[in-house]
């Protein structure tokens, strides 16, 4: 148990479906993350929230919707996705402090196929 | 970001150290080094991070070459619950920007 908590941990969508997945921390962190794990494939970083601002967004497809209510939470909201978005999606947050390290804690992740 | 370069998998016996390579030539002077690990089917694990001097925790020990080029992760009595992708990725100190290589997969055997 990390203290960063995705649900669902599965989820099977058709693609003209519109689903979300969420993240939550508890652990006080100020930054959060979006990671994608295709099949064996490297993790790619999606996006990055700072103190609920989005910070970084690497080319990610506007099909995947990124939300920041908070800085305990997080989502990805999921719209008209292709069978080869399905992978691992994961979240991590940080304490997002500057200047020090700031170990990142990685949620179980949500195994999302597209059907 | 400095790009690494990690063996793709090593294997090790059980209750003997593990020492996992990395290289990292292009890394520049206020990048630090971080080590990973990701047991299947789980969310990655921070394992330890370094600038220059070696350093040491509870689950690991980070060997960082004095020219900086390339470091070692050493598990020193590796377990089979150790069987994971480790990933060595170098970062500036806040980290915010994790890229993931491939890793490499450590095989612990009885």
């Known amino acids: 148990e990390t203290g960063v908590t995705q649900t669902p941990r599965h989820l099977v969508m058709g693609m003209t479906n519109k689903k979300s997945l969420k993240c939550e921390q508890h652990l006080g962190h100020n930054a959060m993350y979006w990671y994608k794990q295709s099949a064996k494939k490297p993790l790619e970083l999606m996006f990055v929230y700072n103190f609920k601002e989005q910070t970084e967004n690497n080319s990610v497809p506007s099909r995947f919707s990124p939300e920041c209510p908070n800085s305990s939470h997080l989502f990805l909201h999921l719209h008209t996705l292709q069978p080869e978005d399905s992978a691992l999606y994961l979240c991590?947050?940080?304490?997002?402090?500057?200047?020090?390290?700031?170990?990142?804690?990685f949620g179980q992740g949500t195994r999302l196929t597209v059907v | 970001d400095a790009k690494t370069t990690q063996p793709t998998s090593m294997d090790c016996a059980e209750g003997r150290a593990a020492n996992l390579p990395c290289n990292h030539s292009?890394?520049?002077?206020?990048?630090?080094v971080y080590w990973y690990r990701q047991i299947h089917s789980q969310g990655p694990q921070y394992i330890i991070h370094g600038l220059k001097n070696n350093e040491t925790n509870e689950m690991a020990s980070l060997i960082i070459t004095e020219d900086r080029k390339s470091s070692t992760l050493i598990l020193p009595h590796a377990t089979l619950r150790d069987t994971a992708v480790y990933y060595c990725?170098?970062?500036?100190?806040?980290?915010?920007?994790?890229?993931f290589g491939a890793g490499t997969i450590l095989r612990v055997k009885s």
């Open positions: 990725i170098v970062s500036y100190l806040d980290g915010n920007k994790l890229v």
């Open positions: 991590a947050s940080s304490p997002g402090q500057q200047g020090e390290y700031t170990e990142a804690f």
């Open positions: 292009t890394i520049s002077g206020n990048e630090y």
